[in-house]
C-alpha cells in the first residue's frame, strides 16, 4: 500500500512517500533543508495540492518566501542579527535586513539515515549535526527529523539534542505555505483556537505587549486580512488545531501542532501579497526569543527534546 521512491529534482534528490491505494504522497528535499514541498492528501472523494512549493529546481534555489523550510535553530527573526547568551554577545547574518531570519539550516543537507514502510505507514529519517558552523551560534547540536505518511495524514516529529558541554538556546519551526483548490486566500475560511496575538514594531519584532485574539475562533472568511503576526497559542499539552476551510469545495486543511512545556506554543500566520497561499507556520518560541527568552528553549549538555506537528484534511 505505501510505498517510498527516489528521483531528481535538477541537481536535488527529492524522496516520495506515497500511499499507493489512495495516490497521497508528500515529497521531500533533504538536500535542501529537509524541504517538505509538496503534498497531495485526499478527504475520501478528490485529492488535493495542499502545499505551495517550489515547481522546478530553480525556484528552489531562490526558495522566495522559504517555502517548506525546517527553521532552526531559531524561528522568525533576530532583532538586528544580535543576542546575548550568559553574558557574551553574538552577532548573526542580516539575511532579512535590519535582522537576521529562520535560521542557519535553510540550505543544508540533511542525511538520510532509513526509510520505512508497512502496512500502515511510509517513514523517512533524516539528520544534521550542527558543529559550531557559525561564529554568530558557536554550539553544537544534532536534529533528527520522522516524517510519517499514513492513512490520517502527515507527521513531521523534530528531536533535538544538545551535544555541546554548555547549555544550548534553541527555538525551532517550520515554514509551511498552504493552498486552496479554489487558489484564493480570500474565498478561504480560517479557524484559530484561543490565542494573543502579540503586538510587533514596524520591523516585526515583538514589543513585549499582546492582546487576546478571537477574531477567527469560529471559522470566517479571511478576504482581504492581512496576516504577518505570531500567536501565542494556549500552553495545555493538548494539541493546537489551526484549520483552512474551501467552502465551495467543501473539505478544510487542518494544521496541527502540539502545545506544552518545550512545545510548540506559538503560530505565525503569514498572507503574502499574490494572495494565493497562507504560511501557518509552528514555532516554539516567539520572533526575537533569543532576546526576550519569551519561549526560548534552554537545554543542559546531553539533553533532548521532541516536538510533533503535522497536516490532515476533513474527511467526506
Given at each position: 500500500?505505501?510505498?517510498?521512491?527516489?528521483?531528481?529534482?535538477?541537481?536535488?534528490?527529492?524522496i516520495?512517500?506515497?500511499?499507493?491505494?489512495?495516490?497521497?504522497?508528500?515529497?521531500?528535499?533533504?538536500d535542501?533543508?529537509?524541504?517538505?514541498?509538496?503534498?497531495?492528501?485526499?478527504?475520501g472523494?478528490?485529492?488535493?495540492?495542499?502545499?505551495?512549493g517550489?515547481?522546478?529546481?530553480?525556484?528552489?534555489l531562490?526558495?522566495d518566501?522559504?517555502?517548506?523550510?525546517?527553521?532552526?535553530?531559531?524561528p522568525?527573526?533576530?532583532?538586528?542579527?544580535?543576542?546575548?547568551f550568559?553574558?557574551?554577545?553574538?552577532?548573526?547574518?542580516?539575511?532579512n535586513?535590519?535582522?537576521?531570519?529562520h535560521?542557519?539550516?535553510?540550505?543544508?543537507?540533511?542525511?538520510?539515515?532509513?526509510?520505512?514502510?508497512?502496512?500502515?505507514?511510509?517513514?523517512?529519517?533524516?539528520?544534521y549535526?550542527?558543529?559550531?558552523?557559525?561564529?554568530?551560534?558557536?554550539?553544537?547540536?544534532?536534529?533528527?527529523?520522522n516524517?510519517?505518511?499514513?492513512?490520517?495524514?502527515?507527521?513531521?516529529?523534530?528531536?533535538?539534542?544538545n551535544?555541546g558541554?554548555?547549555?544550548?538556546?534553541?527555538?525551532?519551526g517550520?515554514?509551511?505555505?498552504?493552498?486552496?483548490?479554489?487558489?484564493?486566500?480570500?474565498?478561504?475560511?480560517?479557524?484559530l483556537?484561543?490565542?494573543?496575538?502579540?503586538?510587533?514594531?514596524e520591523?516585526?519584532?515583538?514589543?513585549?505587549?499582546?492582546?487576546?485574539?478571537?477574531?477567527?475562533?469560529?471559522s470566517?472568511?479571511?478576504?482581504?486580512?492581512?496576516?504577518?503576526?505570531?500567536?501565542a497559542?494556549?500552553?495545555?499539552?493538548?494539541?493546537?488545531?489551526?484549520?483552512?476551510?474551501?467552502?465551495?469545495?467543501?473539505y478544510?486543511?487542518?494544521?496541527?501542532?502540539?502545545?506544552?512545556?518545550n512545545?510548540?506554543?506559538?503560530?505565525?500566520?503569514?498572507?503574502?501579497?499574490?494572495?494565493?497561499?497562507?504560511?501557518?507556520?509552528?514555532?516554539?518560541?516567539q520572533?526575537?526569543?533569543?532576546?526576550?527568552?519569551?519561549?526560548?528553549?534552554?537545554?543542559?549538555?546531553m539533553?533532548?527534546?521532541?516536538?510533533?506537528?503535522?497536516?490532515?484534511?476533513s474527511k467526506?
Amino acid at each position: 500500500m505505501f510505498n517510498i521512491e527516489t528521483k531528481k529534482f535538477g541537481n536535488y534528490n527529492k524522496i516520495i512517500l506515497s500511499n499507493r491505494s489512495s495516490q497521497e504522497y508528500v515529497s521531500i528535499i533533504p538536500d535542501s533543508g529537509a524541504n517538505i514541498n509538496e503534498l497531495f492528501l485526499s478527504n475520501g472523494i478528490k485529492i488535493f495540492d495542499l502545499v505551495d512549493g517550489d515547481k522546478t529546481p530553480e525556484e528552489l534555489l531562490i526558495n522566495d518566501g522559504f517555502k517548506g523550510c525546517k527553521l532552526l535553530p531559531f524561528p522568525n527573526r533576530i532583532k538586528n542579527g544580535e543576542y546575548q547568551f550568559e553574558d557574551k554577545t553574538y552577532f548573526l547574518e542580516k539575511n532579512n535586513p535590519p535582522h537576521a531570519l529562520h535560521g542557519l539550516l535553510l540550505y543544508k543537507t540533511y542525511k538520510v539515515d532509513s526509510s520505512h514502510t508497512d502496512s500502515d505507514a511510509a517513514e523517512l529519517n533524516l539528520s544534521y549535526i550542527y558543529d559550531n558552523e557559525n561564529i554568530g551560534y558557536p554550539f553544537q547540536f544534532e536534529t533528527k527529523i520522522n516524517i510519517r505518511l499514513d492513512q490520517s495524514g502527515l507527521t513531521k516529529t523534530t528531536t533535538i539534542k544538545n551535544l555541546g558541554t554548555s547549555p544550548l538556546p534553541i527555538g525551532d519551526g517550520w515554514h509551511l505555505y498552504f493552498k486552496m483548490e479554489n487558489n484564493s486566500i480570500n474565498e478561504t475560511a480560517l479557524t484559530l483556537p484561543s490565542s494573543h496575538q502579540l503586538i510587533a514594531d514596524e520591523t516585526l519584532i515583538p514589543t513585549g505587549k499582546s492582546i487576546e485574539f478571537d477574531e477567527f475562533r469560529n471559522s470566517k472568511l479571511i478576504k482581504d486580512q492581512h496576516f504577518d503576526d505570531c500567536f501565542a497559542l494556549e500552553n495545555n499539552n493538548s494539541v493546537a488545531k489551526i484549520i483552512l476551510t474551501d467552502q465551495k469545495n467543501n473539505y478544510s486543511i487542518i494544521a496541527w501542532q502540539k502545545t506544552g512545556f518545550n512545545q510548540y506554543n506559538f503560530t505565525q500566520i503569514y498572507t503574502p501579497k499574490h494572495r494565493k497561499s497562507i504560511a501557518i507556520e509552528p514555532m516554539t518560541c516567539q520572533p526575537n526569543a533569543f532576546n526576550s527568552k519569551e519561549g526560548l528553549i534552554l537545554l543542559q549538555p546531553m539533553e533532548s527534546i521532541q516536538l510533533i506537528c503535522g497536516v490532515t484534511i476533513s474527511k467526506a
